[in-house]
């Protein structure tokens, strides 16, 4: 059986430099040993990831960044201490210990300290922090709960620790200092209020198809197959739709589906449910998904980029 609960095989297999797709709070990831560079080039191909996308390193608890990072700028301390565990990425200066391949020559490296309590506990089992990007194909929606990772990736790891569906649900928020500057480089699951409470000058960088060294800046990402458009207001004709909602409740035909994000428009829920319908509608037999962009506040900030980047056109 591929999918479990065993922590201690999951810590074996990644002892002995198998890839496992492990839980988070955020979104699953495809995990090895960050420090071996054979082990890490076996994540990029599982992925059909390209080699200039950096990977995250995981780890558990703050006390273990000091032999990955040299020293931690002090405009990050504070929300550090109070974010991290977390849905929360910082880009620190590396130690030569982290090989060029997980950051993919950059000199530094993020780092996160997830939350999630198998994942902290398969983390203190070892002795190397996991490199883990988010357990998809380059490109596509992330996995969300142990299934969507057997579904897609099923064959490229040697096992998958199920640890339920994640409570977050969107990729965490990447923050460094640039030029001196806090700057958040990719907006997720720490929502942007909580961000600008400890980092009111934080600018955010948009993203680029120039930077392929961000692939989460890119334009074109976490994009289902069947063609997503972003909607002012639902349009009714012929076509079989998908309507992704945020709190209303169509009453459409049989041929279409609506998928409502949360009935009280509550900006968690839909954050977590968010994957999961896009992949949910992915799978059924419709011409094109329809979606109105959320209020541009709370969470709804990371939920609209991701919904822009996996529109069309
Ligand atoms: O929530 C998450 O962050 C999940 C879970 C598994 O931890 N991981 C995740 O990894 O979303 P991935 O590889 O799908 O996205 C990582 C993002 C990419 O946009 C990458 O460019 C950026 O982090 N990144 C990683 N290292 C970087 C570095 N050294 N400098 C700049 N960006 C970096
Ligand atoms: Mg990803």
Redesign the pocket.
């Known amino acids: 059986m591929r999918i479990g609960t065993n922590v201690n095989k999951a810590a074996s297999l990644l002892k002995s430099g198998e890839i496992v797709a ?1 839980p ?1 709070e ?6 090895a040993n960050a420090l071996s560079e054979t082990v890490v080039a076996k994540i990029f191909s599982a992925k059909q ?1 390209p080699s200039f ?4 390193i ?1 780890l558990p608890s703050l006390d273990n960044i000091d032999d990955y990072a040299k020293a931690i700028p002090d405009g990050l301390k504070s929300i550090m201490a109070d974010h991290m565990p977390g ?1 929360l ?1 910082v ?1 620190l200066e ?1 130690k030569e210990v982290i090989p060029d391949i997980t ?2 020559g ?1 000199n ?3 780092v ?1 300290i ?1 939350q999630h309590a198998e994942a902290r506990e398969l983390l203190s089992q070892l002795d190397f922090p996991l490199a ?5 194909p380059f490109g596509y929606i ?1 996995p969300t709960t142990a299934q969507h990772v057997a579904d897609q990736l099923g064959d490229q790891v040697s096992y998958i620790l199920d640890g339920g569906s994640c409570e977050v649900g ?3 928020t ?1 923050i ?1 200092i640039e030029e001196g500057r806090p700057t958040v ?2 907006k ?2 720490l929502s942007m209020d909580i961000v600008r409470e400890y980092l009111p000058e934080v600018i955010v960088r948009d993203h680029s198809t120039s930077n392929p ?5 890119l334009k074109s990402h976490y994009a289902p197959t069947i063609p997503l458009r972003l909607v002012k207001s639902f349009t009714f004709d012929e076509v079989r739709v998908g309507y992704i909602s945020f709190g209303e409740d169509l009453s459409i035909s049989d041929d279409s589906v609506c998928y409502n994000l949360s009935s009280n428009k509550d900006f968690r829920e839909a954050a977590q449910n968010l994957f999961k319908v896009m992949r949910s509608l992915d799978h059924l037999d419709l011409s094109e998904l329809q979606v109105k962009l959320l209020p541009e506040e709370d969470l709804g900030i990371a939920i609209n980029d991701r919904l822009r980047r996996a529109a069309v056109g």
């Open positions: 492990i988070t955020t979104v699953y990831g495809l995990a990831r996308a950096p990977l995250i995981h849905p990425t880009l590396k950051t993919a950059l530094r490296v993020a996160r997830p883990a990007p988010s357990a998809n992330s969107l990729e965490s990447i460094g480089f990719r997720g699951g060294s961000a692939p989460g800046m």
